[in-house]
């Protein structure tokens, strides 16, 4: 069964996203941090927006977070920020993500639910995708990775790659922070927990 979110969807968000008409800076600026395919302006980025330095300079790192200059496949970047979002509750980063991104990574509904899920049997996924998830579960509950786990991750992955693996996962813990405590409300095509239960 995926993980449920802390709050319920209805919520009423504490953050609540802008609105147009928009500043012309915010509006260039929202315009450059929403993908080219999405679409409305996603709300994390109108909630984002509220802090307008702040958005602007996290632009960057997301874009090369999600961009092809990063050093890991797709695949692997979408395990590790589903199973951060699904850990931490984070319905509206995790929907987002797999609706835009889970076809691109060919993950099976299977794969979906699995890595949504802290309980599933991780037999069902491939075993590099059970690494992912292996380091974001020991993450996610301790902000360590034990040597056995490091050393299996190390044969894997190179220096690099490692280093992106763990500020990807620390990035997307941050989000979920915001999409949780400011309860950013949920797009309306973005994928659901329930649609994978």
């Known amino acids: 069964m995926p993980i449920t979110p802390p709050t319920t969807p209805s919520a009423a968000p504490r953050l609540r996203p802008l609105e147009p008409p928009f500043d012309p800076h915010v509006q260039e600026l929202l315009t450059k941090m929403n993908p080219p395919a999405a679409p409305s302006l996603l709300a994390l980025f109108r909630v984002l927006a509220l802090n307008p330095m702040l958005a602007e300079r996290a632009t960057g790192w997301g874009g090369y977070l999600l961009g092809r200059q990063a050093s890991l496949p797709l695949r692997d970047r979408e395990v590790v920020i589903d199973r951060v979002c699904a850990r931490c509750g984070a319905e509206y980063e995790w929907g987002v993500h797999v609706a835009a991104f889970a076809e691109a990574a060919r993950f099976s509904p299977q794969e979906i639910a699995c890595i949504a899920d802290a309980h599933a ?23 360590q990775l034990s040597d056995a786990l490091w050393s299996e991750i190390a044969v894997v992955w190179s220096p690099p790659q490692i280093v992106e693996l763990l500020m990807l996962a620390g990035w997307y813990r941050a989000i979920a922070y915001v999409c949780n405590a400011g309860r950013v409300p949920l797009e309306d095509w973005q994928r659901r927990f329930a649609d994978f239960a």
Do not use: N
């Open 121 to 143: 049997d991780l037999s069902l996924l491939p075993a590099r995708d059970r690494l992912l998830v292996r380091m974001v579960d020991e993450l996610h509950l301790s902000s």
